[in-house]
Structures are given as C-alpha cells and as structure tokens.
Nanobody
C-alpha cells in the first residue's frame, strides 16, 4: 500500500557526487523507517543507510562519512546524498519503507555507475 519511486541515479566519475530521491505515496502515514539498499551485479542486496520517524540515522561502515540520508516530510521524500563516490559504489540502489506490523515496501531501483 506504500509506493516508492527512486530517481537521481546515473553515471559519475570517481570522487564525484549524486543525490538520490525516493518519493513515497499511498499509506504514507504508516511508515516508521526508511532506508536505502544497494545490489551490485552478482552480489547480495546490502543495507546502506536508514532514517527513523524520529530522525535517527544509521549507516553501513562502507559509506560512513561519505553518504548522508535525510528526509523532507512535506514532500514525503527521502534523499541519499552520495559524495566521494568510488567504483565499488556501483550498484542498483533501492529505497525501502517499513511500516506498521513490520510491513515493508520496495522501490523499483535506480542505477548508479561510478567509472572513469
């Protein structure tokens, strides 16, 4: 009942920056946690960052100090600011919401490619 649409992916050189957006619609009042995950070709889907309804953030060790998750409640949108990008950051990035009864919803994903 929650629909998520990611945007902002693309091709960037190492050391560059991108900002991903995740727009939520549907039963948005049920959302308690928003997060970003990524999946590289042939790899498992890994946790990247999360933000709670209270504004508490958490990051995977691999992105600490480089990525920042934030939200704009007025726009029902969560962002992932990615700086100092590395080739190993290349992946499809997915937005996920967690609501009441631990019900989760996923976006369709957006491709991020870091290459020279």
């Amino acid at each position: 009942q929650v629909q998520l649409v990611e945007s902002g992916g693309g091709l960037v050189q190492p050391g560059g920056s991108l900002r991903l957006s995740c727009a939520a619609s549907g039963s948005i009042f049920s959302i308690r946690l928003m997060g970003w995950y990524r999946q590289a070709p042939g790899k498992q889907r890994d946790y990247v960052a999360g933000i709670t309804s209270g504004g508490i953030t958490n990051y995977a060790d691999s992105v600490k100090g480089r990525f920042t998750i934030s939200r704009d409640n007025a726009k029902n949108t969560v962002y992932l600011q990615m700086n100092s990008l590395k080739p190993e950051d290349t992946a499809v990035y997915y937005c996920k919401s967690t609501g009441a009864y631990s019900i989760g919803s996923w976006g369709q994903g957006t491709q991020v490619t870091v290459s020279s």
